[in-house]
């Protein structure tokens, strides 16, 4: 999915003729479907492709979004969705739509204003992937079964090992095995797996049909539902018992026919090929432990059927089988190989053979598989090695595509590691030019502010009687100027700090510090009533120092604007979702302006009314921000004000 310009609820509204020109043109022609939420859920905007993916009649401007859409409720949309609100961070996923009956791809956006969604349908790709998947699922299954067979089971043995075989790889109600007599044309089961008790249909006395076209044309009968194809009119019986969908596959050749597989599934199904396939090897692999040559030519079809190079050797190294590719691969027909000895190829192959002729032995004598790779004239081969009774057997592949792609990633990952490593660097020199700019403003400012101030206060203490009021009072108000600039310099300094600071995490004890400076704030003006309220152990991982100046500053302010309140409340705590707030009865301020709260220099009051540097809430943002978290406001003119910041439970390079 394509990585979409986000769009936010602030750019669109309830209709798209008043969104901004080009954001209208793009979201009614994005191939995404897109839709808007409000901060109540309803429904804000929703573009054309998203009407159409999810089968919108109608207009559902306004709707809230679950009872348009109400399958949706207690799905994994509504939890992701919800918490990309709550968290206020985007989120992605992939979840089937009951009510597309597909499975999108969706990207959610929230904002304080509401959340915006774009997905898609990526229905193909999933069912590709889970073709895949079922894929190799089957080609192991048929491997090891195949394998199973190699290893000297008994005939009723292998029969069982197939039943459930197939019933776990196709998920299939039930799955049988018939024998066929050809002098009598009649089939007899001789092992079935899946059959209610007391079910009606028998199946030692089976409807005929699927099994007379399996052993007449020697090829699978493949039925999707057996209500609707017409060649399965004689097989109401097996409906009747729950079969819906229906392969039967040939148990040995069209010449010498042994039986027939049957596999039933209670839905119906389009069978793809592999299926198929899936179940004719299995099939074949049964015809050939009852009868030897049978079942050599059915290993034969299923190993030159692979993609892999496939070649066995006895004990002493000599070929026993090879299939084509192998055989293509040095330049000889199967027949020439067999018997062949490995020390042959091995002249050829120098080294490389001498390698594999190793590993050949060494699987033989521990009797364990392996797989190992080896290069051989410019090109890489994996080699999966199993042995049985009379010798051992190897599957090869060749992987130098996959090894150059390895090497990609190596190479790009040593390039990105150089690149960390130049940025950590440039990350240095930035910091110690912060630091060498620090001092500047610390020391180049300070000495023309101070004298600033002491020639002023010279020329009051010295000249008091040769000015007048009004040129007392300039001088006095440059004196405060001089001094309110040296406070913003500390304030700023003090914020370069923060972002300065090394975070080593501790155990802090935020109930601790609120209380202390409750008890500093108290000291400061006895005469002031104020009421602290403060929960209690509320402990967090943080930087102990940063965190001390965040809480200081919060309640620093909380105390500042109480100023005019004849009994002032200030309460400090933790909420049941986790979140700690700082909340106060005093001046409170515009929620309008709130989103300028936590900038330098922001101010909401008059430095006449409340006094401050406009620094403090800046400061309390960077440390939570540092610590990955986040922080909120919210107030009312002259009902006060409610800070609350959320910080992780377990930061990165915290302690757990």
Known sequence: MSEPSEVTLADATTDAAVLQPNLALVLERITDGFFALDADWRIAYMNPEARRL????????GEVWLEAFPKARGRRFEREYVRAMRQQTPVQFVEYSATAECWFEVKAYPSSDGLSVYFRDVSNRIEAQRELEHNARRQRAIIDFGRAALGGLSYEQLVEDALDVVRDVMEAATVDVYRYDPVAETFTVTASAGWAAGTAFDPKRPPLEHLRHVVRFGEAFVCADLAKDPRAAELAGLRANGAAGLIGALIGTPYQPIGALVVATAQPRNFPVGDVRFVESIAQTVAEAARSHEAYQRMRQVIESIRDAFVSFDRNLRITYVNARMARFWGHTPGEMIGMPLQELARVAGAAAESVMAALRATIEQERPRTFESRFDGSWYEFR???????????????????????RIIDLNQELERRVEERTKQLELANKELESFSYSVSHDLRAPLRAIDGFSQALVEDYNDQLDG???????????????????????LGLARVARTAIV????????????FAEELRERDPSRTIEFTIQPDIVVKAEPHLMRAALENLLGNAWKFTRNVGVARIAFGRTSEGEIFVSDNGAGFDMTYA????????????????EGTGIGLATVARVIHRHGGTIRAEGCIGSGATFTFTLPEHPDGAAL
């Open 470 to 492: 009004r040129a007392r009072n300039y001088l006095d108000r440059v004196r405060k100027a001089a001094q309110r600039m040296a406070d913003l310099i500390d304030a700023l």
């Open 54 to 61: 999810l089968r919108v009649e109608g207009d559902p401007i």
């Open 595 to 610: 989103g300028k709260l936590f900038g330098a220099f922001a101010r909401l009051h008059a430095v006449e009314e409340f």
């Open 505 to 516: 995490y501790r155990n802090v004890n935020l109930s601790e510090i609120a209380a202390s």
């Open 385 to 407: 090695v199993y042995p049985f009774s009379e010798g051992v057997a190897a599957y090869v592949r060749d992987i130098t595509k996959r090894k150059e792609e390895q090497q």
